[in-house]
């Protein structure tokens, strides 16, 4: 988020913060954790005004689990990874997806019966739908594929968390058998409502929001002319961000509720 003041005179507002957040000479707030945040501002004064008082506000920093990465879809064809945005169109034949989350996540191995079903390298944790082209009927991982859909296999799946636990955190799906999706309508759902969890335990946000939800993706698969080696139409939405002012003469903070991923 960003923190900006107004001010009539002629005197600079310094803004700055501690705890679980830090601020930039520009005005933005980064989070380093959950927790409060404490954003302090002082207006020091000259000859012809006084100092104004300091004027401190807190809001709370929540995490709400892993989410996945802005960008953090990606088909790949012969190894090079492409970005899957919503509804895209995509004119190649594509049995590989990856996935990228926003922290470390559970990887534990299949002989691990306690914590195999929370882990990101289970297929059962992943849905691939085909709506057969009328319509998704389909609601979530909890309920499961309905039975008017078609669902794809995902076939296996590794995980890599980078040097040293580092980052980055890529789930590479293998999908349909090594086969290429045909032509149609897909869904793919990574599972937040029944499984995947982060090291902690905290389930995924997959709606980058709500802990315990299913991060979905829409998407086309049409070829063209029987096939190709084409590319996709994507299109990105902006986020827009809040911003918090000074009225005039005076110093204050707004009330921020942020959520961590």
């Known amino acids: 988020i960003g923190v900006t003041g107004v001010q009539t005179c002629a005197l600079p507002i310094y803004l700055s913060a501690s705890s679980v957040c830090s601020i930039s000479l520009a005005g933005a707030v980064s989070f380093q954790s959950a927790g409060t945040c404490m954003i302090d501002a002082n207006q020091a004064g000259n000859t012809n005004y006084s100092a104004a008082l300091q004027v ?5 920093v929540k995490d709400i689990g892993p989410t996945i990465q802005s960008g953090g879809i990606e088909y790949v064809i012969n190894t090079v990874p492409t970005v899957l945005d919503e ?21 534990a191995p299949s002989t691990d019966l306690v914590n195999y079903g929370k882990s990101v ?3 059962a944790n992943y849905m691939l739908v085909n709506s057969d082209g009328d319509g998704f009927q389909t609601v979530d991982c909890k309920t499961g594929v309905a039975p008017t859909d078609t ?16 980052g980055p955190f890529v789930a590479t799906l293998n999908v349909n058998g090594g086969t290429q999706l045909s032509s149609g309508i897909y869904r793919l759902y990574v599972c937040g409502t029944t499984s995947i969890t982060d090291l902690g335990g905290m389930k995924l946000a997959g709606d980058g929001i709500t802990t315990g939800t299913d991060f979905v993706r829409n998407f086309m698969v049409q070829f063209s ?14 986020t827009t961000l809040p911003s918090t002012g000074f009225a005039p003469n005076r110093m204050q903070i707004a009330d921020v509720l942020v959520r961590m991923g």
């Open 121 to 123: 390298l289970n297929p």
């Open 87 to 107: 509804n895209a169109v995509v004119i190649v034949g594509i049995n590989q997806f990856t996935v990228t989350f926003s922290r470390d996540i559970n990887q």
């Open 56 to 60: 401190q506000q807190s809001f709370l």
């Open 151 to 166: 669902a794809v296999t995902i076939d296996l799946v590794t995980y890599s968390n980078g040097v040293g636990g580092t």
């Open 225 to 238: 002319n029987g096939g190709g080696n084409g590319g996709s139409n994507t299109t990105k939405k902006a």
